[in-house]
C-alpha cells in the first residue's frame, strides 16, 4: 500500500535485510512486512502527516467566519467519514471470515450515511446563506 | 495499480484542504462542498479498486461493499432533510456514527490480525487500536445521548442528571479502560487478551453516555464540538491502524475543527474544558435562585408595537427559544415590517446562542434574513447604547448582566451582548422559569425592561400584528 512512500523517501527503509544486517531488525521488519505496516520509519511519515494536516487544518478553520459554523461542522462530518476507506477494505476485502466482513459492512453503512447527509446537509444550508439581496423582497 | 490509488488519494486529500479553504467564505462555501463530495467520490472508488478489494472479479465479494452502501443511500437523504431546527440532533447523530464506524473498524482489524498476523500487533499498532476504539466508541454512546437531549427525548431527562462521586466512578471507569488498554498494547497475544479487549469496548460505551448524561442543554455546543474533534481523532487512530495517510489527513482536519470550535465555544462561557465536562452547571445555582421574588413589567403586544414605531435602531438577540418554537419565518417578517418603516434592523449572534455552533445564523438564514445582518457579539455590543428597543427573543444567560459585576454568579465572566446597554428592551420568554442554566436574570428587572410573555412563534405574530398598517388604531 506504501510503496509510494517506500521509493519516494524511505528507500534506505526499503531493503533493511541488504543494508543492516542486524539480525533482530530484520526479524522485526520482516514481521511487519509481512502484515504490510508497523515499521518505525512509517510510523514517523505517519506522525509527520498528522501533524502537518493538523497545523494545516487549524489555519484553515480559523479562518472560517462564525456565521458558518454549523455548515463547516457538517462539512467536516462528512469529511471524517473517510472512514469509509477502512470500512470497505474490510467489508470488501478477500481474507477477512464472515463475523469480520459484518462489523466492516456496519461500519461502511454507517460512514456512508455521514456521507451522504452531511454533503447533502452543508450544501442545502449553504442554499440558505443569502447576501443583501433586494432588501425586503417579500413584503 | 498501488501507486495510481496512492495518488488518488494524495488528490483527495488536496481537496478536502481546498474544500475547507472555501469554506471559509460563504461566496465560495458551496464550491467548498462540491469539492468535498469530489474528493469522498475518488476515495470511495480507489479504495475499492484495490487489489485486495476487486482482486477476483466475484459479485459475492462486490455485494459486501454494494448492499451497506445502498442500505445507506436512504437513510442519508432521510437525515439530510432534517427541519432546520433539527439540525444539532442530526449532527450529534452524525458523531454517533462516525464513533461507530471507527470503532468497528477497530474491532475488526484487531481480531483479524490476532488469528491472521499476531506479529504484526505491535505495540505501535495495538496503541493506534486501543486509542481508536476508545475514542470511536465512547464518541458513539456520548453522541446518542447528545442526540436524545437534543431532539429532548423522554427517557433522557434534559437537566443535568447527577450524583455525588459521579467524577469519580467516570474517571475509574476511564481510567480502567486505559490500564486495560495499556495491558493489551504490550500482550496482544496472550490467552486473556481479546477479553480484555472486550472489557476496553464495554467501558469505553459506558463512559461515553456517563460522560454526557449530567451536561445541560446550554453547554452542548461545546459537547457538540468537543465530540466533533474525537470523531475525527478516531478517524486519525484508524489511519494509523491501516497506514492510510488519507485517513490521517482528513481524521486531523475534523479533529482540529472540532478543537477550534470546542475553543471558541469555552471562551463565549468563560469557561474550561474540565468544567463543561466535569461541572455539571446549572445544579449548585437552582436552589440559591429561590430566595425572594422580584416583580416583572408585562406589556401588551401592542403596546410594544407603538414603541417599536418609534424606534430608529432595533437590535434582536435570538436564543434557544427561538428555536423551539420555529419563529424564524415570523422574525423574517418583523424584520420587514420594521424595515419597511425605515428602521435599521440587526441581529446579535452570541456564539453560543443555540445548541450548537452557529445555529442561529442557518436558523435565521432559512427564514431568507440576509447574512449581512446578523452581526457577532463583539462587533454589535460597542453600538448597543445607541440601540432604541433590544428585543430578546428566546435568549437568556447570553444577555444576563450578573455575568458582568456578580462574582457569585455561575457565569461570572462569561461575554454576553449588553442588551441591558439599550435604551428598551423587550424580553419574550415562554414562561417566568429560569433558563437552562438556572440563573435568575437582572435584565428582567430593569426599568427599561417589559416582558412579553408566550411563545416566541406567537409573540412575534402578534408584533407583526400591531406593526402591520392593516390593523386598526
Redesign the interface.
Same mark, same amino acid.
Given at each position: 500500500?506504501?510503496?509510494?512512500?517506500h521509493t519516494l523517501l524511505l528507500l534506505p527503509g526499503a531493503a533493511p535485510d541488504v543494508s543492516n544486517p542486524v539480525i533482530p531488525d530484520a526479524a522485526?521488519a520482516a514481521?511487519?512486512s509481512?502484515?504490510?505496516? =508497523?515499521s518505525?520509519l512509517?510510523?514517523i511519515?505517519?506522525l509527520f502527516?498528522?501533524m502537518l494536516?493538523?497545523f494545516? =487544518?487549524?489555519g484553515?478553520?480559523?479562518?472560517?467566519?462564525?456565521?458558518?459554523?454549523?455548515?463547516?461542522?457538517?462539512?467536516?462530518?462528512?469529511?471524517?467519514?473517510?472512514?469509509?476507506?477502512?470500512? *470497505?477494505?474490510?467489508?470488501?476485502?478477500?481474507?477477512?471470515?464472515t463475523p *469480520?466482513?459484518v462489523?466492516? =459492512? *456496519?461500519?461502511?453503512?454507517?460512514?456512508?450515511?455521514?456521507?451522504?447527509?452531511?454533503?447533502?446537509?452543508?450544501?442545502?444550508?449553504?442554499?440558505?446563506?443569502?447576501?443583501?439581496?433586494p432588501? =425586503?423582497g417579500?413584503? | 495499480m498501488?501507486?495510481a490509488?496512492?495518488?488518488a488519494y494524495l488528490f483527495a486529500t488536496g481537496l478536502?484542504?481546498l474544500?475547507?479553504?472555501w469554506?471559509?467564505?460563504?461566496k465560495t462555501?458551496?464550491r467548498?462542498?462540491?469539492a468535498?463530495?469530489l474528493?469522498?467520490l475518488v476515495?470511495?472508488l480507489a479504495?475499492?479498486a484495490?487489489p485486495?478489494? @476487486?482482486?477476483?472479479s466475484d459479485f459475492v465479494?462486490?455485494a459486501?461493499?454494494i448492499?451497506?452502501?445502498g442500505?445507506?443511500?436512504w437513510?442519508?437523504?432521510?437525515? @439530510?432533510?432534517?427541519p432546520?431546527t433539527a439540525?444539532p440532533q442530526?449532527?450529534a447523530l452524525?458523531?454517533a456514527?462516525?464513533g461507530?464506524? +471507527?470503532g468497528?473498524?477497530g474491532?475488526?482489524?484487531y481480531?483479524?490480525?490476532l488469528?491472521?498476523?499476531p506479529?504484526?500487533l505491535?505495540p505501535?499498532?495495538m496503541t493506534a487500536i486501543v486509542a481508536e476504539i476508545i475514542l470511536g466508541y465512547l464518541t458513539f454512546t456520548g453522541s446518542i445521548i447528545a442526540a436524545a437531549k437534543l431532539q429532548e427525548v423522554k427517557w433522557i431527562p434534559q437537566r443535568p442528571w447527577v450524583y455525588p462521586g459521579q467524577n469519580v466512578v467516570n474517571l475509574i471507569a476511564l481510567g480502567v479502560a486505559i490500564v486495560l488498554g495499556a495491558l493489551l498494547i504490550f500482550n496482544p497475544n496472550a490467552g486473556w487478551a481479546p477479553y480484555a479487549f472486550c472489557g476496553v469496548i464495554f467501558l469505553a460505551l459506558n463512559f461515553g453516555w456517563m460522560l454526557v448524561m449530567p451536561i445541560g442543554g446550554a453547554d452542548m455546543p461545546t459537547v457538540?464540538?468537543i465530540l466533533?474533534s474525537y +470523531?475525527?481523532l478516531?478517524?486519525?487512530a484508524?489511519?494509523?491502524?491501516?497506514?492510510?495517510?488519507?485517513?490521517?489527513?482528513?481524521?486531523?482536519?475534523?479533529? @482540529?475543527?472540532?478543537?477550534?470550535?470546542s475553543i471558541?465555544m469555552c471562551k463565549a462561557m468563560n469557561r474550561s474544558f474540565a468544567n463543561v465536562l466535569f461541572g455539571a452547571f446549572g445544579q449548585v445555582q437552582q436552589k440559591a435562585a429561590g430566595g425572594e421574588q422580584k416583580a416583572y413589567k408585562p406589556e401588551t403586544p401592542e403596546g410594544a408595537g407603538q414603541i417599536l414605531e418609534q424606534a430608529s435602531s432595533v437590535v434582536i438577540v435570538p436564543g434557544y427559544g427561538l428555536a423551539v418554537a420555529q419563529a424564524q419565518h415570523k422574525v423574517?417578517?418583523l424584520y420587514?415590517?420594521l424595515?419597511?418603516r425605515g428602521i435599521t434592523v440587526r441581529f446579535a449572534?452570541h456564539?453560543v446562542a443555540g445548541r450548537?455552533?452557529?445555529?442561529m445564523?442557518?436558523l435565521l438564514?432559512?427564514a431568507?434574513i440576509?447574512?449581512?445582518?446578523?452581526v457577532?457579539m463583539e462587533e454589535i455590543n460597542s453600538d448597543m447604547p445607541q440601540c432604541d428597543v433590544c428585543i430578546v427573543l428566546g435568549a437568556n444567560d447570553v444577555v444576563n448582566p450578573a455575568a458582568r459585576f456578580d462574582k457569585t454568579s455561575p457565569i461570572y465572566g462569561m461575554p454576553i451582548i449588553d442588551a441591558d446597554r439599550a435604551r428598551t428592551v423587550f424580553a419574550v420568554k415562554r414562561s417566568k422559569n429560569p433558563g437552562f442554566a438556572g440563573i435568575d436574570n437582572d435584565l428582567y428587572f430593569l426599568d427599561k425592561t417589559f416582558m412579553l410573555f408566550g411563545d416566541a412563534k406567537a409573540v412575534v405574530g402578534e408584533l407583526v400584528k400591531a406593526l402591520s398598517p392593516s390593523a386598526g388604531h
Open positions: 500500500m506504501n510503496t509510494l512512500f522485526t514481521a511487519a509481512h502484515g504490510g505496516h =508497523g518505525e512509517d510510523l511519515a505517519m502527516v498528522f494536516a493538523t494545516i =487544518g487549524i484553515v478553520i480559523r479562518r472560517v467566519s462564525r456565521l458558518l459554523h454549523t455548515p463547516l461542522m457538517s462539512l467536516t462530518n462528512a469529511i471524517s467519514a473517510i472512514a469509509v476507506v477502512g470500512a *470497505i477494505t474490510i467489508a470488501g476485502g478477500q481474507d477477512y471470515p *469480520i466482513k462489523l466492516g =459492512g *456496519i461500519a461502511l453503512f454507517a460512514s456512508m450515511t455521514n456521507i451522504i447527509s452531511g454533503f447533502l446537509i452543508t450544501d442545502r444550508m449553504l442554499k440558505m446563506f443569502k447576501s443583501q439581496a432588501a =425586503g417579500k413584503s | 498501488t501507486t490509488i496512492e495518488l478536502f484542504v474544500s475547507l479553504h469554506m471559509g467564505d460563504p462555501a458551496r467548498g462542498v462540491h468535498g463530495m474528493a469522498m476515495a470511495v479504495t475499492w484495490k485486495e478489494v @476487486s482482486h477476483h465479494r462486490h459486501w461493499v448492499i451497506p452502501i442500505l445507506a443511500i437513510p442519508g437523504i432521510w437525515l @439530510s432533510l432534517v432546520i439540525v442530526r449532527t452524525s458523531h456514527f462516525g461507530l464506524a +471507527a468497528l473498524v474491532t475488526a482489524e481480531f483479524h490480525l488469528s491472521a498476523n506479529a504484526a505491535t505501535f499498532m457538540i464540538a466533533n +470523531a475525527g478516531s478517524a486519525v484508524m489511519g494509523f491502524v491501516l497506514d492510510n495517510k488519507l485517513l490521517i489527513t482528513a481524521g486531523a482536519l475534523d479533529g @482540529s475543527s472540532g478543537l477550534i470550535l471558541i423574517r417578517e420587514d415590517q424595515k419597511k449572534i456564539p450548537m455552533p452557529g445555529h445564523n442557518v438564514a432559512e431568507e440576509p447574512y449581512d445582518d446578523l457577532e
